[in-house]
């Protein structure tokens, strides 16, 4: 457990180094995928993490989107095949809405990056015949045919990002879209300055206790 976090932790800090988010943007939105997350969970050695920013106008959202493998599995045979923007809550399997990645033939190993910008023009409206031909208005109750529309479903914790593989055709890693406000720090990463929740900052005496070697007030030195 300790590996996964570690290795999430990692592909995130390398997403928000030295990243800068105008007030102006909408988000960031962060998904941090897993197999777990999956319907039904997959075992997977593969994880990944995406950032999704919306422009002022809402007329342009960017994303940078990082799927590597734990190194000690880095040989396993993964091939990546596919990438969307899904609707559907977590734990519930949804219809394409973004495509990501297009089709990659014979696939690709990890670790993948990719970095593009959408539009309104890449909103999928048809019903996808892999999700029982459903739409995100069949889903939601509310159709997405818009980036203003789609960020309103990612804030109500609606879309979900998932990678597929040749193994895993349904499915590899997925996760669902959050909402990190301006300001705040990225999942997994400590604030700088701060410590750390119950560690006692080095050079500084717990509340309560008394130094080595001084005289608590009102206490009469051994004789």
Do not use: W
């Amino acid at each position: 457990m300790m590996m996964r976090k570690k290795a999430i932790s990692i592909l995130l800090a390398g997403l928000f180094s030295g990243a800068v988010y105008s007030q102006q943007e909408q988000g960031p939105f962060v998904a941090n995928l897993t197999g777990q997350d999956e319907v039904p969970p997959v075992e997977s050695t593969v994880r990944g993490v995406g950032i999704f920013t919306l422009n002022q106008e809402s007329t342009q959202l960017t994303y940078h989107l990082i799927v590597n493998q734990l190194q000690q599995a880095a040989e396993d045979g993964t091939r990546l095949t596919q990438a969307h923007l899904r609707c559907g809550q977590q734990g519930v399997a949804g219809p394409i809405v973004v495509d990501l990645l297009g089709a990659v033939r014979g696939g690709v190993a990890p670790p993948l990056e990719v970095r593009a910008v959408l539009s309104d023009a890449n909103i999928i409206q048809e019903p996808d015949p892999n999700a029982d031909n459903q739409t995100c208005a069949d889903v939601l109750g509310t159709p997405i045919t818009t980036l203003a529309e789609l960020v309103q479903a990612i804030e109500a914790g609606n879309v979900y990002v998932n990678v597929h593989s040749e193994q895993n055709p349904t499915g590899e890693i997925r996760g669902q879209l959050t909402s990190i406000t301006a300001g705040a720090q990225p999942p997994g990463e400590q604030p700088p300055g701060q410590q750390p929740s119950g560690e006692q900052p080095s050079g500084e005496q717990p509340s309560g206790e008394q130094p080595a070697g001084e005289q608590a007030p009102g206490e009469q030195p051994a004789q």
